[in-house]
């Protein structure tokens, strides 16, 4: 990772396009370390979450050009490399597993980030009828040593449709049922990176099981 971490750096200080271009043959190596470290991670998953199949690592890649139509920011890429590994690869409404490598801001995590309405409804709808299959996730030991809480903004209060008095209203208020545990850069650089890896994302498979359960029934 090294190669990658090298190439981003420098790319972070030379946001340009004539940078990138003459960098070019960089950036295709840097992208092939991502594919492979992706394929690993594939190859892997699927061996304990079912609902991943072998995939080409190249539909979980997002693209490095960042689109600055609505943006103050007209830097022209991304300072970060990121894959989305799930059932449909990087545009997927399922819940998957995602790669963020970028220095000093590298992270593993996945479930679904901000879902289409009737998504997100199916699974607050799993959260009502069965509040115990995600509290045992989330007080799970193991599962909080990478994941202590679910990310993302809130509701104030029960989501429209929704009992204000459920006892678990809490679980409901989510936009997003996303996970994120930041990684060092002297993890992501070793030689157990991989491994680290697949410890993290086998424990976050119990958090996609419960929601992918939830979304088969849409």
């Known amino acids: 990772m090294k190669t990658l971490f090298d190439f981003l750096n420098e790319l972070r200080e030379n946001n340009t396009r004539e940078w990138f271009n003459d960098n070019k043959p960089r950036y295709?190596?840097?992208?092939?370390?991502?594919?492979?470290?992706?394929?690993?991670?594939?190859?892997?998953?699927?061996?304990?979450?079912?609902?991943?199949?072998?995939?080409?690592?190249?539909?979980?890649?997002?693209?490095?050009?960042?689109?600055?139509?609505?943006?103050?920011?007209?830097?022209?890429?991304?300072?970060?490399?990121?894959?989305?590994?799930?059932?449909?690869?990087?545009?997927?409404?399922?819940?998957?597993?995602?790669?963020?490598?970028?220095?000093?801001?590298?992270?593993?995590?996945?479930?679904?980030?901000?879902?289409?309405?009737?998504?997100?409804?199916?699974?607050?709808?799993?959260?009502?009828?069965?509040?115990?299959?995600?509290?045992e996730v989330l007080g799970d030991e193991d599962f909080k040593k990478y994941y202590p809480g679910i990310e993302g903004e809130k509701l104030k209060t029960a989501p429209k449709g929704f009992p204000k008095d459920f006892e678990e209203v809490d679980l409901l208020r989510y936009k997003s049922y996303a996970f994120m545990f930041h990684v060092d850069d002297q993890t992501v650089l070793s030689d157990n990176f991989v491994s680290f890896a697949v410890d993290a994302f086998k424990e976050l498979s119990k958090a996609n099981r419960f929601l992918n359960d939830a979304l088969n029934k849409t």
């Open 28 to 135: 295709e190596e840097s992208k092939e370390q991502i594919l492979f470290f992706t394929e690993l991670m594939i190859r892997e998953i699927h061996q304990f979450d079912e609902d991943i199949p072998l995939m080409d690592p190249k539909d979980c890649l997002f693209r490095i050009f960042r689109d600055v139509r609505f943006s103050a920011d007209k830097s022209p890429y991304k300072t970060h490399f990121g894959s989305f590994i799930a059932k449909g690869g990087r545009k997927s409404d399922r819940a998957g597993y995602y790669i963020h490598l970028q220095p000093g801001n590298s992270f593993l995590g996945g479930g679904v980030w901000r879902p289409e309405a009737d998504r997100l409804k199916a699974i607050r709808a799993e959260i009502l009828n069965h509040p115990e299959g995600l509290k």
